[in-house]
């Protein structure tokens, strides 16, 4: 992969780039230019682009892009991981419990037709085809950082739109007050659902105003294409600034509860995975502390590791949803 280095450190091509490839691959609005009178320095600028846009995605998958998003918080400040590291190095335990199973295993997921069932306590209850899903809104692009409660991280650009989209459009019910992601449990499609490491299938949730926070993305593709197998699929969720575990992997149901949903992880062993979840340093995991992390793609002995931050560094977004109450408690 061709990596371009700007200098502000930061070593995937930036959002605004990948969209211009969008714009540029269309080859109407290349005529538009030429139309303009610019025919030569059109032509040039359409190849630089072009060149551009290849460094901007891997190129392995079906090209999505989307605009830079406006949301606050979705930074872009910090070095991207890179795309082999983030596609290789996974939690997926329905394809394996090794960090490289599911980039091995995952090629046997059946992603079409996808379907993803809207019910519970909501005015309108849908079943929405992938098409369908994919355009309810404008796909943005977002650079996010993801811990995993297991010590590392990685900064990923993101493709999907915010997840209070559908939610408006499905209209909660007053009673409602959590939001429920169940993902896909197809043994014949996936070898390790039927092992015993998890109750299947993964099941995480929200409280409804996490759901409906502007940074808990419903996404469907990651580095300006649609997601591989092993990210998740067709469809996922990034929750940033909780474990990266409360991220739901291809997601087929999203159910409206009044109750506090039992969670995969949660019933696997609740000393160690409270419902929230929030990324805190603060609070040790019961086997070992969470005070600091390993970035995927600067290991090597010597790697210093970084200090973990308050809700994965968006607390000035997050912190409210918070307020009043004991995080030690409410881990
Ligand atoms: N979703 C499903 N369905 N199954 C899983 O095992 N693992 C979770 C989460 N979503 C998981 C899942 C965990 S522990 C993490 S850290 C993230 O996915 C990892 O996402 P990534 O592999 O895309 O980085």
New binding site residues.
């Given amino acids: 992969m061709l990596i371009q280095t700007r200098n502000d450190g930061f070593i995937h091509p930036v959002s605004s780039e990948i969209t211009l490839q969008a714009a540029y691959q269309d080859r109407r609005a290349m005529i538009k230019l030429m139309a303009a009178g610019a025919a030569g320095a059109a032509l040039a600028s359409w190849a630089g682009r072009q060149a551009l846009a290849q460094a901007a995605r891997p190129g392995k998958l079906a090209a999505l892009p989307g605009a830079k998003s406006a949301v606050s918080g979705t930074m872009t400040m910090e070095k991207v991981t890179e795309y082999k590291d983030?596609s290789t190095?996974?939690?997926?335990?329905?394809f394996g419990t090794d960090k490289a199973d599911?980039a091995k295993n995952a090629h046997t997921l059946k992603t079409t037709p996808w379907t993803v069932e809207v019910s519970g306590l909501v005015k309108k209850p849908a079943k929405y085809q992938l098409e369908d899903l994919l355009k309810l809104s404008a796909q943005e692009e977002r650079i996010y950082r993801?811990r995993?409660?297991?010590g590392w991280s990685?900064v990923?650009p993101w493709v999907g739109y915010s997840m209070s989209k559908l939610i408006e459009k499905v209209e909660p019910l007053g009673n409602a007050k959590y939001v429920e992601f169940i993902?896909?449990a197809d043994p014949k499609t996936m070898p390790f659902v039927g092992s015993r490491v998890?109750d299947w299938?993964?099941v995480?949730a929200l409280r409804l105003d996490e759901a409906m926070h502007p940074l808990t993305l419903l996404s469907f593709g990651m580095y300006g294409e649609v997601l591989p197998n092993?990210?998740?699929a067709p469809v996922?969720l990034v929750v940033p600034w909780k474990?990266?575990?409360?991220?739901?992997?291809?997601i087929v149901a999203i159910r409206f509860t009044d109750k506090e949903p039992k969670t995969?992880?949660n019933k696997a062993a609740a000393n160690e995975y409270g419902f929230y979840s929030n990324v805190n340093p603060e609070v040790d995991h019961p086997r070992w502390s969470q005070a600091s992390e390993r970035r995927i793609g600067e290991d090597g002995l010597f790697a210093k590791k970084r200090k973990t931050l308050m809700f994965n560094g968006y607390e000035a977004q997050v912190g409210q949803l918070y307020a009043g109450m004991d995080l030690k408690k409410n881990f």
């Fill in positions: 983030a190095y996974n939690n997926f335990y329905e599911p993801l995993c409660v297991e990685m990923i993902t896909q998890l299938p993964y995480e092993q990210n998740g996922r474990y990266g575990f409360k991220s739901g992997k291809s995969a992880w």
